[in-house]
């Protein structure tokens, strides 16, 4: 199936610094989502993107939809210890009759340190 | 409060044991999932539903089998297990009309000897 490379494999941070991550797929997606996963739960939607060049914000948290349609990156701003766990990108192609295939990164493993 | 319920949380089973994983949704949504999520592999879609009746593999389906004869419920079934399906398992709901990904329940951590 498709392939959706996610990176980096996990990041070290100090509190308050930015935390940039990025994801990039081998095909064309139309819908990018960005999850996060705390220990112990089932993954939470953060962000969701729906075109090419589209910049969202949540928060603290901005992603955006690549232009290439390939790609996507989440950036976290001022990290806080409350940002710990696991950031998965995910995506979907848009075929009507698939729309509920949803591929997802092998995900970054974020850890802040006061 | 809407919600994805599946269980049971954890479960350890013998190798070839037939086990049933149960899911229920309370959000009227159309589309269910199954995923499993192993270190460093992510999360693998198993199979999905559109709706009653109709399932579709994912990325992962050997193994494992679904059905669909209830909208809220989606339950796994594992006819013969094998210590290579030893994993965190989630199932997830979505919805056509409300747009955006999967809402996902907490989890199920099976272990197979």
């Known amino acids: 199936g498709q392939q959706l490379n996610q990176s980096p494999q996990s990041m070290f941070i100090q509190e308050g610094e930015d935390v940039s991550m990025n994801c990039t797929s081998s095909s064309i997606f139309n819908t990018w989502l960005w999850y996060k996963q705390e220990p112990g739960e089932g993954p939470v939607l953060l962000i969701a993107l729906y075109k090419a060049g589209e910049l969202t914000s949540n928060g603290r948290l901005t992603a955006q939809f690549g232009i290439t349609r390939k790609d996507s990156f989440l950036n976290i701003s001022a990290s806080i210890p409350s940002d710990v766990g696991i950031y998965f990108c995910a995506g979907r192609s848009g075929a009507t009759d698939s729309w509920g295939k949803l591929q997802f990164g092998a995900g970054t493993q974020v850890v802040v340190t006061p | 409060e809407a919600q994805v319920t599946q269980n049971p949380r954890y479960l350890i089973t013998v190798t070839g044991k037939k086990l049933t994983v149960t899911c229920s949704q309370n959000?009227?949504?159309?589309?269910m999932s199954w995923y499993r999520q192993d270190p460093g592999l992510g999360l693998r879609q198993i199979y999905y539903?559109?709706?009653?009746?109709?399932?579709d593999k994912g990325d992962v389906p050997e193994g494992y089998k679904v059905s669909r004869k209830e909208k809220r419920n989606f339950p796994l079934i594992l006819e013969s297990p094998s210590p290579n399906q030893t994993s965190l398992y989630f199932c997830?709901?979505?919805?056509?009309?409300?747009?955006?990904?999967?809402?996902f329940g907490s989890g199920t951590r099976l272990t197979v000897v």
């Open positions: 539903s559109m709706n009653v009746e109709v399932t």
């Open positions: 959000m009227n949504h159309e589309y």
């Open positions: 997830a709901s979505s919805s056509w009309v409300v747009g955006g990904g999967y809402t």
